[in-house]
C-alpha cells in the first residue's frame, strides 16, 4: 500500500515522512549530510514546486538519490515540499534583514524611509479600519465594539448600541465600511459573526447612522437563512468594498470544506450586493437553478482581504489557505477558485488534502504563499504621501506578522514583493488614509500605527 494512501493518510503527516524517508541523507533539520542541504536555496533539479516534486517521486541515480514514487502517492509527495519549502523559509527569515521598527524610530525600504508612529492604543483585537468624511477614523474590536479615534486619539467611549455578535473563537465584530456618500447620507456598514439559535452563527451585514455616540437609524442589508448558519468559531471572512451603489463581501467557508462548492451555501463565496441589499440582475448565478443569487465568486477558503484596484477597477482577494497555500486572487464573476479541491497548502496536522495544485475550469491564484503567511487585510495605496508606493497592494499577515508591499504588473502578475517590516505583532488591517498615510491595525498589542514617510 502507498504511504500517504486513503487508509494510511490520517495518521501520516510530512513530518514523520521526512524523519522515515529522508533525514538519513538530508539532516534532521534539513540542514544536509550525506545528501544536499535542503534549506540553502540551492537547487540543482530545479527550484520550483513540479521540480521538487518530481525528484521526490523519481529520485536522481547518479546522485545517489532514490526515489520514492512506488511507495508515495501524490498527496504525500505534496505534503513533503510544502514541510521543505516551511524550512527553507524560516532558514532564509533567519538570514534576512527586514526592519522591525519600534514606534517613532526610523527604518528603511526599497523606496520610501518611515517611521512608525502610534495613533490609537489599548484597543482589544482591532479587525478593521475605515474613515468619516471629517476625518476621524473608525476602528472595530472583534469582542464588539465600534471605536471612534479622533485628532487626539480614542474617543472616551465605544459606540452604543451597536449590533449583538458572536464573539468567539475567529468571530465577533469583525468588517467597517463608510458609504462613499457617507457626507448627504451618513451610511455606515457593520459586519459580524450573527448569532443564531443553539449555538450556530454566520456573517451578517448592517447599516446605521452615528448620532451623539450612538448607532441609530440601523437596517439589515444582508443575513443568511438561519436553517444555513453553522456551528464552529472558524473562518468567517467578512471584509467589505463599497463602490459605485455596490458592496462587495466576503464569507468563509466556516470550517465547511465542501460547502465552498455548494451554490446553495453562502460560505466559501465572495458576494455582490447593491449596497442596500438588493441583488444586482447581473449577477452570475441569479438564473442558476437551486444557487444564492448574492453569489459573484466561490471556492474561496476564507478571503480577509478584499479590494479594489484604483486603476482597473478589478477586485482582488486575499485567502487564508490551510497549512500552506495562501492565495491572492483576481476575482472575476461566476468563477470558481477551487477550494477545497485544490490547493497548495495541507492539513495543519501534517496530513495531505488533496495532491492537485490546479484543474481545468477553476481559477488559479496569482500567487500563492507557502509557507503560509497567514494574509489578512489588503489595501491599494492610493495617497501621495508615498509616491513611489502608488496603486501597490499592501498585504498585511498574522502569523508571519508581516507588511508586505505588491507589485501587479499590467497582465496582473506579481512583478515584485517587498516586505515592508515584520516582527512586531499580528497585522489585520491596512489602509490608505485621508491624510495620504499609510495606517495598520496590530492585534496584539492592540493598537493602530501609521507610517509616516522621511525624506
Partial sequence: MLLGGPAARAATDAGRLYAQLCASCHGDKLEGGSGSSLVDGVWRHGADDLALARIISRGSPDDGMPGFGAVLDDAAVRGLVIYIREAAQRAANAQAKIPAPAP??????????????????????????????????????????????????????????????????????????????????????????????????????????????????EEEVYRAPPALYRKGGVHFGTRL???????????????????????????????????????????????????????????????????????????????HGPRGGDELNRIQPGRNYGWPIVTHGMNYNGTPITAETAREGMESPVIHWTPSLAVCGINFYTGNRFPAWKNHLFVTSLAAQELRRVVIDDQNQVAHQEVVFKGIGRIRDVATGPDGLLYVALEQPGRVLRLIPVK
Avoid at 292 to 302: D, E
Fill in 241 to 319: 468594498v463599497l463602490q459605485d451603489g455596490y458592496l462587495f463581501f466576503s464569507i468563509g467557508d466556516r470550517g465547511a470544506q465542501q460547502q465552498a462548492q455548494d451554490l446553495a451555501r453562502p460560505n466559501g463565496k465572495i458576494h455582490r450586493i447593491h449596497d442596500d441589499g438588493r441583488v444586482p440582475a447581473d449577477n452570475p448565478h441569479v438564473a442558476t437553478p437551486g444557487a444564492l443569487p448574492t453569489i459573484w465568486s466561490h471556492g474561496n477558503r476564507n478571503p480577509q482581504g478584499i479590494a479594489l484596484h484604483p486603476v482597473t477597477g478589478d477586485l482582488w482577494s486575499t485567502e
Fill in 104 to 217: 517613532d524610530s526610523v527604518a528603511s525600504g526599497e523606496l520610501h524611509d518611515y517611521r512608525l508612529e502610534t495613533v490609537a492604543a489599548g484597543l482589544e483585537s482591532p479587525w478593521s479600519l475605515a474613515w468619516l468624511p471629517d476625518g476621524r477614523l473608525l476602528v472595530t474590536e472583534r469582542p464588539g465594539r465600534l471605536r471612534v479615534v479622533g485628532p487626539d486619539g480614542l474617543e472616551s467611549e465605544a459606540v452604543r448600541g451597536t449590533p449583538a455578535v458572536w464573539a468567539r473563537g475567529q468571530g465577533g465584530l469583525l468588517a467597517v465600511g463608510v458609504h462613499p456618500d457617507h457626507a448627504d447620507n451618513g451610511w455606515i456598514y457593520l459586519g459580524f459573526s450573527d448569532p443564531g439559535e443553539d449555538g450556530v452563527a454566520m456573517t451578517a451585514i448592517v447599516r446605521g447612522r452615528l448620532r451623539d455616540g450612538a448607532w441609530v437609524d
